[in-house]
């Protein structure tokens, strides 16, 4: 067939035109024949080698155009029984330097096509396409993105460069963790956006939300996965969450992805963004309140150090022991008194309690002070020494 196709004929002018001709209508008649093949793939009847050996045949099929102006590739990235051949059609597009959708679009999986009333990619399309009818689909496709990894086809880098974890909707769970661990720092602040890629999956559903929090937990437990990370807009996701989506819904989500047990202070992080929620969180992490935070922070040197009014939080004062009051903050060395003092907006009132309730604390503020100052001076005195 391929010795016809190739033809070059050593006959008489009017019959060699006749062959040509009834030649290259064959051509054009497998070309339409091979599109309509690879137009209609379905993996429960057709086999890799099946696909292969039509586009070795005719590889201009590969360009073929449905109705609706549509490459096979595209055609495939969209239904449940050729999702699976979209690697093989994109290698062998490359291989046969089609360029299917213009140069440079990595065998059609960067080529532009409109889904869901957007103007995305085919490797965005199928990173997000999800079929409700086959529950199986996104652990099938998890294994068809494996092989675009394997193949080279998808890079580290296109996970950032086409927002691959802000399409993900709940029929595509399993590629959206694949792709976080491979790259999680995907999760982190976006350079480009200035923000982090939590805030903007919220608008869409609460599921994406649910997915992009457990995945950022899990990689980044430590920031609690950016739950409590401010965008531009000095807002939380937290908070922007909660207002989308209710707060018993969230903090449900929340407390099932972070579980009470974890030793981490949520409250701290909490009371330093979204304060108007401690109760709620304590609620859910009781024992968090006791938890001290990377810096040495017990939660009541940060509700002091945030500025906000005590006054009309009556378990705070409850909860001010001796042993607290005696405890200097970890981190700028002040006593608890002068820590609710040294913000802009100091609460005098609890300042005077807490003054009160044990004034010593005042007599060893003064010494500490007298010791730095007797500790600095001697310095000074040895420096003046060698100096001379």
């Known amino acids: 067939l391929n010795n016809i196709l190739k033809v070059e004929l050593n006959l008489h002018d009017s019959l060699q035109d006749k062959v040509l001709n009834r030649v290259q209508q064959l051509r054009l008649n497998i070309k339409e024949d091979v599109g309509d093949f690879l137009h209609n793939l379905d993996h429960r009847i057709d086999t890799e080698d099946q696909v292969r050996a039509a586009v070795n045949l005719c590889p201009e099929s590969l360009m073929v155009q449905n109705e609706g102006g549509r490459f096979p590739i595209q055609v495939a990235v969209r239904t449940c029984f050729s999702h699976a051949f979209v690697p093989l059609l ?15 679009k990595r065998g059609g999986l960067l080529m532009e096509d409109t889904f869901a009333r957007k103007t995305l990619t085919v490797l965005e399309i199928f990173v997000c396409v999800g079929h409700r009818d086959d529950p199986y689909f996104d652990v099938d496709s998890l294994e068809t993105l494996k092989k675009l990894k394997t193949k080279e086809l998808l890079h580290l880098a296109d996970i950032r460069r086409y927002k691959l974890l802000l399409r993900p909707n709940s029929g595509c769970k399993s590629r959206i963790e694949f792709l976080a661990d491979w790259n999680p720092e995907a999760l982190d602040m976006c350079p480009t956006r200035g923000c982090y890629p939590i805030f903007l999956v919220i608008s869409k559903d609460v599921s994406r ?4 929090l457990k995945a950022g937990f899990k990689h980044f437990p430590n920031e609690l996965g950016f739950l409590f990370a401010n965008n531009a807009g000095d807002n939380t996701a937290c908070t922007k969450a909660i207002d989308k989506f209710g707060k ?8 099932a992805i972070i579980p009470s047990g974890e030793d981490l202070p949520i409250l701290h992080f909490v ?16 024992s968090a309140t006791y938890l001290r935070d990377d810096k040495g922070r017990l939660l009541h040197h940060v509700a002091m150090a945030s500025g906000r009014t005590m006054r009309n939080n009556a378990m705070f004062y409850l909860q001010m022991t001796d042993d607290k009051l005696e405890e200097q903050d970890p981190e700028t060395g002040l006593f608890p008194f002068m820590l609710m003092a040294s913000g802009e907006k ?25 010791e730095k100052r007797k500790a600095s001076s001697t310095r000074n ?8």
Request: net charge positive.
């Open 90 to 104: 994109a290698e062998l597009a490359i291989e046969h330097k089609q360029e299917v959708g213009g140069p440079d």
């Open 209 to 212: 939300f649910k997915m992009m």
């Open 248 to 255: 018993e819904k969230i903090l449900d989500i929340i407390q």
């Open 271 to 286: 009371m330093r963004s979204v304060p108007d929620l401690l109760n709620d969180f304590a609620l859910r992490y009781p």
């Open 346 to 370: 100091s609460d005098l009132y609890s300042v005077f309690y807490l003054l009160r309730k044990n004034p010593s604390v005042l007599e060893r503020q003064r010494g500490l002070v007298k």
């Open 381 to 388: 005195s040895k420096k003046t020494r060698v100096g001379a």
